[in-house]
């Protein structure tokens, strides 16, 4: 190894500051970086996995692990054999921590899309959430910083920039004046008139701003792809969650938004199996997805996170869980099928990836004829639906 490796898991967050962090440690060697995920016990799993194989894969490099999975598990992280060090998850993009030197230049990588993190931590209460333990409270990057960056990402070869966060929405709330985020896309559109594509992240529905609403439902440039952290689709499971939006919320804001831009792709977050759900509310959970016309859906099983409410009520049994978690992929599935096979015949403008696919406005991922240079956005009418891909 001559340059730092590093393994980004979970989040567009961790994925936007595993950029940095490459660029702030450009030149050191044998350095690998695991950036760690600990938002389900799956993904822990996924951690303690992705450590063991970067140790075989490097066996003389210095191994760090930073991230939430540091954070939330730091003692059981910090005491694998394969760990040289831990670096705090509020640490990792401050070059003390690493010992570099602190200006270097923040290069971005020449990517087809640029991972903008504007907002950290979260200052909810979700029940059965650990993310505030492992990234803290919310805190917002200010208009001109992320102008900064987003200028960087673009002369770097960019052509899609997303906006990502923790808790995206609360972008602002502690920045003086309190501005929501609909003001700083409203900045990044009108600072970069040439940028074509700008992206969301997930995001809170209940606290989609005016000016943020109008913009996703009228901006050509903003991609017609929400991505939503729904959770669940009856309402007192969702209070059980200590989430703050209903089921007749997520459903109102989804409606306006389709009788304003009808090509608009929804994507949401749902979690199988929260403690005390019934068969009812399971029926709601399914139901939600083709009520919301769901076509881009992350569902995780529940599982109880240390010193979380949740994991303190009632529990379900596991293979009830995983039953219900594969009732709503099955259901998700289907959906995201029917809505691949309404755009065969469409012409979709591309943004071309490195590896023969790409992306059309809504998300849906396309196979790209071989050649196609990576960066560039082409038309693409496709003939049918292959593997999952348009092509």
Not at 39 to 66: K, S
Not at 235 to 257: C, F, G, N, P, Q
Request: overall charge neutral.
């Amino acid at each position: 190894m001559n340059a730092p490796h590093i393994i980004s898991l979970g989040c567009r967050m961790n994925i936007a500051e595993s950029e940095r962090m490459r660029a702030m440690l450009a030149g050191e060697e044998d350095l690998v970086v695991v950036n760690s995920c600990a938002v389900t016990t799956e993904a822990l799993r996924q951690t303690r996995q992705a450590i063991r194989r970067a140790r075989r894969d490097h066996p003389a490099a210095r191994l760090v692990v930073t991230g939430c999975a540091a954070e939330i598990d730091r003692n059981a992280i910090g005491a694998m054999d394969e760990v040289d060090a831990l670096v705090a998850n509020a640490a990792k993009l401050d070059p003390r921590a690493w010992n570099v030197p602190g200006e270097a230049p923040p290069l971005a990588p020449a990517r087809t899309r640029a991972f903008v993190a504007v907002q950290n931590g979260c200052d909810h209460a979700c029940t059965f959430c650990v993310i505030p333990q492992g990234r803290g409270q919310s805190r917002s990057l200010a208009v001109a910083e992320v102008l900064r960056e987003v200028d960087v990402h673009l002369a770097a070869g960019a052509k899609e920039v997303v906006l990502t966060g923790v808790d995206l929405t609360s972008w602002g709330q502690d920045l003086p004046g309190e501005p929501r985020l609909g003001v700083l896309v409203e900045a990044v559109l009108a600072a970069f008139p040439a940028l074509r594509r700008l992206r969301l992240s997930s995001v809170d529905g209940v606290e989609i701003d005016p000016l943020l609403f109008d913009l996703i439902a009228g901006e050509a440039r903003v991609m017609p792809h929400l991505h939503l952290s729904l959770q669940h689709g009856a309402d007192l499971i969702l209070k059980r969650m200590k989430r703050r939006h209903s089921r007749a919320d997520a459903v109102e804001l989804v409606t306006r938004l389709k009788g304003l831009r009808p090509d608009i792709a929804i994507g949401a977050d749902l979690i199988a199996g929260f403690p005390t759900e019934d068969e009812a509310h399971h029926a709601a959970n399914l139901a939600i997805i083709d009520e919301l016309e769901i076509v881009q859906a992350h569902i995780f099983p529940y599982s109880p996170r240390p010193g979380t409410p949740a994991a303190r009520m009632p529990q379900l049994a596991r293979e009830l869980v995983k039953a219900r978690a594969a009732d709503l992929r099955t259901r998700a599935a289907a959906r995201r099928a029917a809505w691949l096979q309404s755009l065969v015949g469409e012409c979709l403008p591309v943004l071309a990836e490195r590896d023969g696919t790409g992306y059309a406005p809504n998300y849906a991922r396309v196979a790209l004829p071989s050649g196609t240079v990576a960066g560039t956005i082409i038309l693409v009418t496709p003939s049918e639906v292959r593997e999952g891909l348009l092509a």
